[in-house]
Nanobody
Framework: VQLDESGGGLVQAGGSLRLSCAAS????????MGWFRQAPGKEREFVAA???????NYAESAKGRFTISRDNAKKMVWLQMNSLKPDDTGIYYC????????????????WGQGTQVTVSS
């Protein structure tokens, strides 16, 4: 499985970004998809996850501001990020695992290269 993220960039606080993740997977519906992020000097942390049928999970920091979605036919996953804060700055990674969604990064089998998100104050 190859994952390619895009959509990162520089945005002012309060702004929005939409991250995309394109997956090359034989049976995309078998894969639970997650978004994680890593800020400079910090460990990678969970942001959001979605399974094939639309079951969702969000980190507390993402609830009410971020929305994860997927299109199984297009093999795409998106992360819509609104009301961005400087604390949201980091490299955002798309990840895939077989089975149910998880908030633990070690449970994911495949990772993209990441896309940089920078939120200025």
């Amino acid at each position: 499985v190859q994952l390619d993220e895009s959509g990162g960039g520089l945005v002012q606080a309060g702004g929005s970004l939409r991250l995309s993740c394109a997956a090359s997977a034989g049976s995309f519906t078998s894969w639970a998809m997650g978004w994680f992020r890593q800020a400079p000097g910090k460990e990678r942390e969970f942001v959001a996850a979605i399974n094939w049928s639309g079951n969702l999970n969000y980190a507390e920091s993402a609830k009410g501001r971020f929305t994860i979605s997927r299109d199984n036919a297009k093999k795409m996953v998106w992360l819509q990020m609104n009301s961005l804060k400087p604390d949201d700055t980091g490299i955002y990674y798309c990840a895939a695992r077989l089975g149910v969604i998880s908030a633990y990064d070690h449970m994911y089998d495949y990772w993209g290269q990441g896309t940089q998100v920078t939120v200025s104050s």
